[in-house]
């Protein structure tokens, strides 16, 4: 159990992987360490749980105070708001699935957490030729998103916002005027 005012180590040694506790989790997200700022908030598990940067302990290791704290179990979401997460838009279980619908002759791809035009452009690679009538929705899950709104509509074919899932970066009050 977390409890706020705590500090917290948020790790991506593997070593933590199986040994989180109230003191170290581990995330699987390399980079965190690098595009994390001190002051920025971490949320957990669909925000109900919130870290503040504190400190870059080491390459592999940020300190953090508990903000709102609660219970934590596995493989929780991560979010990541006011960052650049430079995660690729396409993992290979999204590429293995896209090919798998292009044999079956698929007419759409509703398309998760697009952050920017580049990432349907990764989309529209991977069918090529082949699925040029594939027509590319793109979701809109966060803040970045948003930001990008422009080019994302300019570069898909249809736009979906997820308001709940924006929700975690964005104060609710927000999310219905942004989605106009």
Same mark, same amino acid.
């Given at each position: 159990?977390?409890?706020?005012?705590?500090?917290?180590?948020?790790?991506?040694?593997?070593?933590? /992987?199986?040994?989180?506790?109230?003191?170290?989790? /581990?995330?699987? /997200? @390399?980079?965190? =360490?690098?595009?994390?700022?001190?002051?920025?908030?971490? /949320?957990?598990?669909?925000?109900?749980?919130? %870290?503040?940067?504190?400190? &870059?302990? !080491?390459?592999?290791? %940020?300190?953090?105070?508990?903000?709102?704290?609660?219970? +934590?179990?596995?493989?929780?979401?991560?979010? %990541?708001?006011?960052?650049?997460?430079?995660?690729?838009? %396409? *993992?290979? #279980?999204?590429? *293995? !699935?896209? #090919?798998?619908?292009?044999?079956? &002759? $698929?007419?759409? $791809?509703?398309?998760?957490? $697009?952050?920017?035009?580049?990432?349907?452009? *990764?989309?529209? @690679? +991977?069918?090529?030729?082949?699925?040029?009538?594939?027509?590319?929705?793109?979701?809109?899950?966060?803040?970045?998103?948003?930001?990008?709104?422009?080019?994302?509509?300019?570069?898909?074919?249809?736009?979906? =916002?997820?308001?709940?899932?924006?929700?975690?970066?964005?104060? +609710? #009050? &927000?999310? *219905?005027?942004?989605? #106009?």
């Amino acid at each position: 159990m977390l409890k706020a005012g705590q500090d917290i180590i948020v790790s991506i040694n593997k070593d933590h /992987y199986a040994e989180c506790s109230d003191t170290v989790i /581990y995330v699987d /997200y @390399a980079n965190i =360490v690098n595009i994390m700022e001190v002051g920025q908030l971490i /949320y957990i598990d669909d925000g109900l749980l919130s %870290l503040k940067v504190k400190e &870059k302990k !080491d390459s592999q290791s %940020l300190l953090c105070q508990v903000m709102n704290g609660g219970a +934590l179990g596995s493989h929780k979401g991560v979010n %990541l708001p006011h960052s650049n997460v430079d995660l690729p838009a %396409l *993992s290979e #279980r999204d590429m *293995s !699935d896209i #090919r798998f619908g292009l044999q079956q &002759k $698929i007419d759409m $791809i509703f398309a998760s957490f $697009i952050r920017k035009a580049a990432d349907v452009h *990764s989309i529209k @690679a +991977l069918i090529g030729e082949e699925g040029k009538h594939i027509k590319i929705i793109s979701k809109i899950e966060n803040k970045e998103g948003i930001d990008n709104i422009d080019e994302i509509i300019e570069a898909s074919d249809g736009i979906m =916002v997820a308001r709940g899932d924006m929700g975690i970066e964005i104060p +609710l #009050r &927000k999310c *219905s005027l942004l989605r #106009r």
